[in-house]
């Protein structure tokens, strides 16, 4: 799969590697702002209790 997405990218050696950086980047952030906030109240681990 990384393989197929450097082979896509376009530009050089450089460029391919900070175009892949960004799209790192990007997916972090999508996960960290949309994803997980969006997730959060549907998991159990909310409701923690020590006896």
Avoid: C, S
């Amino acid at each position: 799969m990384y393989g197929w997405i450097w082979r896509h990218l376009p530009g050089g050696t450089g460029a391919k590697a900070v175009q892949a950086v960004l799209l790192v980047a990007l997916a972090v952030a999508l996960l960290l702002f949309v994803v997980f906030p969006w997730l959060d109240p549907l998991l159990p681990f909310n409701e923690v209790t020590t006896h």
